[in-house]
């Protein structure tokens, strides 16, 4: 019986990390312009396998993904059976660039997807220069309450499957069966609390609507992408997001949904491959 590997590697790197020793773990394959991944409220960074299983663009990328600490293989830090997760923007960003430093990455392009999505907006009003570009994926300055974040962390239900339940309706109405069910699994592998923490994030600190306009692409060049079927960042709410910011670009993506890259890859990378073309021919990068 022959077995076959994939390009992807995955280490664990202990730094200190928001003040506090931490164990993270990072998949990455590929040579080239780093491509930073940021995975989606609740998930892992197993959501880009296909980007890193991609010859295409493992050819000219090192495409790299952490599991934040509470998802995935990366676990809490020590103490965190004493108190309540919940992200904030502030945290979320010092993360980011904290996993940077730690992994030498020198203006890499970073990319995410939904919680991932609106923390690159930040990166790109705040921090412009650490970056060579900037994706967001289902990218929204905020995002409007349509279900009670309490039923995620509740003694009474089982609160993976509530999670995988609540984003089910995300998923594209054309996703393949396989990815669809990966994608819903990997939420039902949540850590308790995790998926509610995280949305304190999205729904709440995370909002920059008043401050969105700001962002300077000449500094530092944005493209969104979003899915068509997707009611937690409309299409309309992208393209207000690309409206208000000058050269900012934004495609929405016929076909898809909240979690384009697990979702459905095949349809994603034809998308994403022309950006990741775009950067490199404009700045360089890629």
Same mark, same amino acid.
């Given at each position: 019986?022959?077995?076959?590997?994939?390009?992807? @590697?995955?280490?664990?790197?202990?730094?200190?990390? !928001?003040?506090? %020793?931490?164990?993270?773990?990072?998949?990455?394959?590929?040579?080239?312009?780093?491509?930073? +991944?940021?995975?989606?409220?609740?998930?892992?960074?197993?959501?880009?396998?296909?980007?890193?299983? =991609?010859?295409?663009?493992?050819?000219?990328?090192?495409?790299?993904?952490?599991?934040?600490?509470?998802?995935?293989?990366? $676990?809490?830090?020590?103490?965190? =059976?004493?108190?309540?997760? &919940?992200?904030?923007?502030? &945290?979320?960003?010092?993360?980011?660039?904290? @996993?940077?430093?730690?992994?030498?990455?020198?203006?890499?392009?970073?990319?995410? +997807? $939904?919680?991932?999505?609106?923390?690159?907006?930040?990166?790109?009003?705040? =921090?412009?220069?650490?970056?060579?570009?900037?994706? *967001?994926? &289902?990218?929204?300055? =905020?995002?409007?309450?349509?279900?009670?974040?309490?039923?995620?962390?509740? %003694?009474?239900?089982? /609160?993976?499957?509530? +999670?995988?339940?609540?984003?089910?309706?995300? #998923?594209?109405?054309?996703?393949?069966?396989?990815?669809?069910?990966?994608?819903?699994?990997?939420?039902?592998?949540?850590? %308790? *609390?995790?998926?509610? /923490?995280?949305?304190?994030f999205y729904k709440i600190?995370?909002?920059?609507?008043?401050? #969105?306009? &700001?962002?300077?692409? $000449?500094? +530092? %060049?944005?493209?969104?992408?979003s899915g068509e079927y997707?009611?937690?960042?409309?299409?309309?709410?992208?393209?207000?997001?690309?409206?208000?910011?000058?050269?900012?670009?934004?495609?929405?993506?016929?076909?898809?949904?909240?979690?384009?890259?697990?979702?459905?890859?095949?349809?994603?990378?034809?998308?994403? !491959?022309?950006?990741?073309?775009?950067?490199?021919?404009?700045?360089?990068?890629?």
């Amino acid at each position: 019986m022959s077995a076959s590997f994939e390009p992807i @590697v995955g280490r664990y790197m202990n730094l200190q990390l !928001l003040g506090r %020793p931490h164990r993270l773990y990072v998949e990455e394959a590929g040579q080239g312009v780093p491509l930073l +991944c940021l995975h989606t409220a609740g998930s892992d960074g197993r959501q880009y396998r296909a980007l890193m299983n =991609h010859k295409d663009i493992i050819a000219r990328h090192r495409v790299i993904a952490f599991d934040m600490p509470w998802h995935g293989k990366s $676990s809490p830090p020590s103490g965190w =059976h004493d108190e309540e997760y &919940q992200l904030t923007s502030q &945290q979320y960003t010092t993360m980011i660039l904290e @996993v940077m430093q730690a992994l030498e990455l020198d203006k890499p392009i970073v990319m995410g +997807c $939904s919680i991932g999505g609106r923390i690159v907006l930040h990166l790109a009003l705040e =921090h412009p220069e650490h970056f060579g570009a900037i994706i *967001g994926l &289902q990218a929204g300055a =905020h995002v409007d309450p349509y279900y009670d974040l309490n039923f995620l962390h509740r %003694p009474d239900v089982h /609160g993976g499957e509530v +999670c995988a339940a609540i984003v089910s309706g995300l #998923v594209g109405p054309k996703a393949p069966v396989e990815e669809r069910w990966e994608t819903l699994w990997h939420y039902m592998q949540g850590g %308790p *609390g995790v998926f509610k /923490g995280d949305l304190y994030f999205y729904k709440i600190d995370g909002d920059i609507r008043e401050r #969105v306009a &700001q962002i300077d692409t $000449s500094r +530092c %060049p944005l493209f969104l992408l979003s899915g068509e079927y997707d009611y937690s960042c409309t299409p309309e709410e992208t393209m207000a997001v690309a409206a208000s910011v000058k050269g900012a670009q934004a495609t929405i993506m016929k076909g898809l949904g909240h979690f384009p890259m697990s979702e459905d890859p095949e349809a994603f990378i034809g998308y994403l !491959l022309p950006v990741l073309e775009e950067i490199r021919r404009t700045s360089g990068k890629g």
